[in-house]
């Protein structure tokens, strides 16, 4: 290879350029951060583990709009028994107070868009 | 495993302790969320949902809009300013609009300018529900037609089904154009079609409709057709009563009492 004295180090400095975002994260520790959704002050029971609600909450949630518009089932029984109402701006946001630091911290990480703001209204203000 | 009298003292000082504390500790955090809503106990029950309305009590003050307000309010109906984009649950039309069959020009004059409250029937024959492609609107077996709002996809099929001009569509973003945001309701989005829903939101929570609680003359009467001893029954044995296009077989469940 002739001029391999300057593509070799060239290349290595593109690739060291490239990946610049990545070592930069990796070394100022950003690259690790994951959104932390603010917990409810005095409340420390879910409607369901927070591994599930973690994982499903959407699927929950879809389920709990079919079963109150379509078939008037509005009370979520929980494994344990307790009663819920099936709504998410009385019994979610009944307990995590902020929008914003619950359900919109997260979405926009993760860059999801869920359409239920776009009609239910967030009980503390703001549409 | 056995409890010594130790560990027995130990347990009922412990449970003592967080009795007392779980008592004292919400008090004392202000920012302590209030927790979930109760779920409802004791929803309104029946088996077929109609409406009687008195055309003279609701006559006598022309002005009055109390039940459109609160109905307004209740359901974040938006208004807009061009008539073209209107949203309309309940609105009130001259009586030979309203009840077209009822009307000649030697009607009582009483009635002959009346202004009649409208909206949706609640029919037990809906033809909206029929020609939806979604079944985003559909008839409850408690007589309510009931809308999905998040199925509608805005063909306006049921706008046109619908003889009585009930239902409405959304031309336009109806947010801006709601006066007071009510959050225990939800709003609607653009191309999405929207009707009264005999507020069954608040019959889930055992209360009359917003329109039948507003209105001052009592005009409005509410109940189970089923139910031969509830106030609407006895009002409609006692009064002669008519309804809108009868003729069209849609079996409307709103009746005027003349």
């Known amino acids: 290879m002739h001029d391999a004295g300057k593509i070799i180090p060239g290349l290595a400095f593109f690739l060291v350029l490239a990946t610049a975002p990545i070592w930069y994260n990796v070394a100022s520790g950003h690259g690790a951060v994951v959104p932390e959704i603010e917990k409810p002050e005095g409340q420390t029971q879910c409607v369901a583990d927070a591994a599930f609600m973690r994982r499903e909450h959407m699927q929950l949630l879809l389920e709990w709009r079919d079963e109150v518009v379509r078939d008037r089932a509005r009370v979520y029984v929980t494994a344990d028994g307790r009663r819920y109402d099936k709504s998410l701006t009385r019994t979610c946001l009944g307990c995590h107070q902020s929008k914003a630091n619950s359900c919109d911290r997260c979405h926009n990480y993760l860059d999801v868009q869920p359409y239920c703001w776009e009609c239910h209204v967030d009980p503390r203000g703001g549409l | ?258």
């Open chain 2, 1 to 258: 495993m056995a409890v010594n009298r130790r560990r027995f003292f130990q347990l009922t000082g412990a449970t003592a302790l967080g009795v007392a504390s779980s008592q004292v500790l919400p008090a004392a955090s202000e920012e302590r969320s209030p927790g979930p809503a109760r779920p409802a106990d004791k929803p309104l029950v029946g088996q077929r949902w109609a409406m009687a309305i008195d055309v003279g009590k609701c006559r006598e003050e022309e002005d009055c809009r109390d039940c459109i307000a609160a109905c307004d309010k209740a359901h974040n109906v938006p208004h807009f300013d061009n008539k073209k984009d209107e949203v309309k649950w309940i609105w009130k039309e001259p009586f030979e609009e309203a009840l077209q069959n009822q009307s000649s020009q030697f009607q009582a004059e009483r009635l002959r300018h009346a202004h009649v409250l409208v909206f949706c029937n609640h029919c037990d024959n809906p033809p909206c529900t029929k020609v939806c492609p979604t079944q985003a609107t559909w008839k409850r077996d408690d007589g309510v037609v009931m809308m999905d709002w998040h199925r509608c996809i805005g063909c306006r099929y049921c706008v046109a089904g619908c003889p009585y001009g009930s239902r409405s569509f959304n031309w336009r973003d109806p947010r801006p154009h709601i006066d007071e945001l009510n959050p225990e309701f939800p709003t609607r989005t653009r191309g999405v079609v929207e009707k009264c829903n005999f507020c069954e939101e608040r019959l889930a929570r055992g209360e009359q409709p917003a329109c039948v609680v507003a209105c001052k003359e009592k005009a409005l009467i509410f109940g189970d057709l089923e139910d031969p001893e509830s106030e609407i029954r006895k009002v409609l044995r006692e009064r002669p009563s008519v309804r809108r296009k009868v003729a069209l077989g849609t079996q409307p469940q709103i009746f005027y009492l003349l």
